[in-house]
């Protein structure tokens, strides 16, 4: 199973502003390489989402509901609440709670092979740590936002090599591949 | 006068770990595009030096001292002890407190064409906030750090726009250059 944490930052690494608001995005010129186009034919790819709770509430917050209900989807969550939120699913939407390593185990015996990580930096971070993060796939907007969630967020990360696979600009942006090494 | 954030930082915007340590940027191989050629060539085009208290002590307490001495340097602190920490200097030396705009229009009156902010991620951000950052050439490293100080770190940042002007590969690193739009 291939676990894809796709995503974009500021150039300072942030996935989201102090308020954790994605307004930043908004600063990306899409050129004629497409950047919509891109992430469509990703989502397309995949079989399975995991989703962290600041991700969802926001998205829930915005008026957005859970935008991939046509995907099986895990949220890593301690809000019993947060699932009556999102209210009725297309595919099944489950709660878990405690050691993503366990969540990425699981999704794994079921059968799926490409799980996007949709966010946020504590999960990605937790993801990381546990060794589950195949590939990275980072749009850097630009702009800076000097505080907020970063791309990964985790207090004693131990060293994870990656490989360049694919740089190139994305409209005023740039995008990022990474493997991992 | 031209002002440029010449760094690296970690796939996650780190510039440097939790512990203030650069470690992380031994992730670097250099490719056949060289790496610290770049660095050399950038470093003689540069008149005048800015730095922060954080990143000069960690080159103090690394045993560096201020391997720039050749540059007339500013220092960005409130601690009057760290210049004498420094010791004799080829290029005067000297400590700032205050508003980094400041600080930046005092360099410019005095001549200066193109002045190096060597760090840390603090004063850039003031530095930002201040509308003098010019230029950013960032080196990514194919590593995470989760924590540490980022890019750019300020509590209320006004949104700056930059225009990408190179994007490519570094050894097994990424370079990119903004400009200011």
């Known amino acids: 199973m291939h676990v894809v944490w796709y995503t974009a930052m500021s150039m300072d690494g942030r996935i989201a502003d102090a308020a954790n608001s994605l307004e930043f995005l908004n600063t990306i010129r899409s050129g004629e390489e497409g950047g919509g186009d891109d992430f469509a034919t990703f989502l397309a790819s995949i079989d399975a989402v995991v989703v962290g709770a600041t991700t969802l509430r926001w998205l829930i917050d915005g008026g957005h509901g859970w935008p991939h209900?046509?995907?099986?989807?895990?949220?890593?969550?301690?809000?019993e609440d947060l699932v009556d939120r999102v209210g009725p699913t297309r595919r099944p939407f489950q709660r878990f709670a405690g050691d993503v390593g366990e969540l990425f185990?699981?999704?794994?015996?079921?059968?799926?092979?490409?799980?996007?990580?949709?966010?946020?930096?504590?999960?990605?971070?937790?993801?990381?740590?546990?060794?589950?993060?195949?590939e990275v796939v980072v749009t850097i907007a630009p702009t800076a936002l000097g505080a907020?969630?970063?791309l990964f967020?985790?207090?004693?990360?131990?060293?994870?090599?990656?490989?360049?696979?694919?740089?190139?600009?994305?409209g005023s942006a740039v995008r990022l591949r990474w493997l991992r090494t």
Chains 1, 2 share one sequence.
Not at 70 to 78: A, R
């Open 153 to 170: 967020d985790a207090a004693a990360l131990p060293q994870r090599l990656f490989t360049l696979a694919d740089v190139g600009r994305a």
């Open 148 to 150: 907020g969630p970063n």
């Open 105 to 134: 185990a699981t999704i794994e015996a079921q059968g799926y092979k490409r799980v996007w990580l949709c966010g946020g930096g504590a999960v990605a971070g937790q993801t990381l740590a546990a060794g589950r993060i195949d």
């Open 69 to 79: 209900d046509d995907l099986p989807t895990w949220l890593v969550s301690h809000d």
